[in-house]
Every structure is written in C-alpha cells, then in structure tokens.
C-alpha cells in the first residue's frame, strides 16, 4: 500500500494546543457501524460487566534540553536509553556537531557527543547516570510535547501536568500514551463501578511517535524500538476475562501494540518484557484486542494506519471526515473515538 492511500484533508484549527478541563469532559465518537457523537464521561456505559480495559503505566521523562557546545545555542531531545547514562537523541543543529564534543545544560550537567550517524541522530554520555541522571532531567528538562503542540519557547509548566496520565508510574516514555491523558480518578472509579477490570501494562512511548513514515511504500517503513512489559499476573487476568467471554479493550494504541506483539496465536498473552517493533497496518490479524480508546491521528502516520487496520479503512476516513466537520479536537491533546474491531483483516 502506498502512504497516499492514509492522507486525508485536517484544518490547523482542529489541532488541540490545549486539554479540555476536566480531562473527561473531552467528546468521544463512538465508531461501529455508525458513529455516534458522545463524551468521554460516557465511556462506563458502552462497556460490560466482564470486559477488561489495559492501561499503559509508562510516565514520560522531561527529556527536552537547552544547552551550549561552546558559544553554540544546541536542544536535544533524547529518544531512547541504549545504556546507563547513554541515551539516543534528536540534536538541533546537528550538522557541527562531531564525537568528543561537550554540551553543557546547566553548570554541573553536561553530556559527551559519543557518536553521530548518517541521520543526524546523536549518541549522548551523559556525566550521571540511574537515579541521579533522572534528577537532573527533572530539573533541567522540559516535555518532550510534539511538534505540532505550539508554544513560545519549550513546554510550560501547565504542561509537566497536562502531558502525564493520572496514573503514571514507570519513567521511561518520551511521549505520553495520549489515550490515557482523557482519565481522572472519578472516571476510574466509574469503570470500577460497572463490573469492568482494570489492567496495567508499561510500554515506554519512543522516538517512532514523533518520526513520519518517508517511504511511499508503507511496507519499507520500519518502526523504531519500544521497550515494554507485560507481568504474569497481568497476562493471566486478561486471559481469563477473555474466557469468560469479556472483551479486551486497549486504553491507547500503545497498549494494543504491546498486547498484540505478547499474544499467541490463539490469542493468549504471554507474559512479555523486551522491545517491539510490531509495525501494524491493514491486512493485520488482530489476535487479542476487540475495542480501542484512542485519540485522532496524523494524517499519514503509522498510527492512522493501525486504526484503518483495526476497524477498517473506509470507515476510519468516513470517522475521521465526521469529526472534523463535526468540530472535534486531533491528537495528543484533542478527543478521542472508541474503536470496534473490524470483522474482516
């Protein structure tokens, strides 16, 4: 398949810079064989008693740095931890930048420019590591929002809360799971309400959320590593809701993806630590999952691609083409729709 075939027409204006307040006072569309319009306060009641909802536990780390290579203004955005103190990262500019190099983001914060590819991506040594290193990002860095969230400078302050689930609990992302940001304890405490299970995965958001697919052909894309993890206990509870007839439902693309890479052919999902490279696009046969909060995607994005997979192309566009007339709100900020899987890959 060609990456045309996941464009489609979005106004600047329905890009979100801001979350509605309170967070569950987003809209939601519904999409099945119709879409329906409603809100995200409504998600308890278009689920059964039985079902189990998965949750994405990953916390996002303040991984956007300002700092100097000499007289030299230079941001890093780290991407992905390949070691103690050792992470990946998008550098701005990159050109002058060259192995042995110091960039320094504060007087007593500093990383070493280990190595530089043919992509401009750099390899940064940073001068601490473990819990040390994630003090000084907490002190020094700012969230890593998105290119299309616009602010003047770096991310605020409003958004080291905005840009985190209420139950986030493992660093680890640089990105959020965006599903999950629609949650407040009152809403967690509907689902509890209405006899649905709660499950808790961690998949640490990567450097992919942020990158376009640049090959025409959508199968020469590949997908960047994400780190993830499923326990026994989690793996065992949601198989045996499916056993008892409920439906899996994945808080998030993030989620689903993990899930997915752990589950069997059957279905069943192993327990799982490790990275995924699960790229899902149309023809995908869905193994576990049967519904998906998620909000509204890039055109073109791998994650367009995932939603047209899993509840079908046609009936993605027509979705996506309701909302924007129907004024809703796109991606990480924005609202949300509540997918069914398509009977057919």
Not at 145 to 165: S, W
Not at 255 to 279: H, I, K, N, Q, Y
């Amino acid at each position: 398949m060609k990456i045309d075939d996941f464009d489609f027409d979005l106004p600047s204006s329905a890009i979100a810079q801001r979350p509605i307040v309170p967070r569950d006072a987003a809209r939601l569309l519904e999409v099945g064989e119709t879409v329906v319009d409603r809100m995200v306060r409504d998600l308890p009641r278009l689920l059964r008693p039985g079902d189990i909802m998965v949750f994405n536990d990953t916390r996002v780390i303040p991984v956007r740095l300002r700092g100097k290579r000499g007289e030299a203004s230079v941001e890093a955005t780290l991407h992905k931890e390949i070691a103690h103190g050792r992470w990946r990262a998008f550098v701005r500019p990159a050109r002058r930048l060259k192995p042995g190099q110091r960039i320094r983001f504060a007087a007593d914060f500093s990383a070493e420019v280990e190595a530089k590819d043919a992509t401009g991506e750099v390899t940064l040594a940073f001068d601490r590591h473990g819990p040390s290193l994630m003090a000084a990002l907490e002190t020094h860095g700012t969230m890593p929002l998105p290119p299309y969230i616009k602010r003047t400078g770096l991310a605020d302050d409003r958004d080291r809360i905005d840009y985190q689930t209420v139950f986030a609990a493992r660093p680890g992302a640089v990105a959020a799971p965006t599903a999950g940001l629609h949650f407040t304890p009152e809403l967690l405490a509907a689902v509890d309400g209405c006899g649905v299970k709660r499950a808790t995965v961690t998949l640490h958001v990567g450097a992919g959320t942020f990158l376009p697919v640049r090959t025409e052909n959508i199968e020469d894309h590949i997908m960047h590593p994400e780190w993830g993890e499923i326990g026994e206990a989690v793996a065992s509870d949601i198989n045996a809701a499916r056993a008892d007839g409920g439906r899996v439902v994945a808080v998030g693309t993030t989620s689903l993806r993990l899930l997915e890479t752990a589950a069997d052919r059957d279905g069943r999902v192993r327990p799982f630590t490790g990275d995924t490279l699960l790229f899902i696009k149309p023809g995908y046969r869905f193994r576990v999952v049967d519904m998906l909060l998620t909000n509204f995607h890039l055109p073109r994005s791998t994650l367009f691609m995932l939603v047209c997979a899993f509840s079908g192309m046609g009936r993605m566009k027509e979705a996506y083409r309701h909302a924007v007339a129907a004024g809703y709100r796109f991606y990480s900020y924005g609202d949300c729709c509540l997918l069914r899987r398509s009977a057919s890959p």
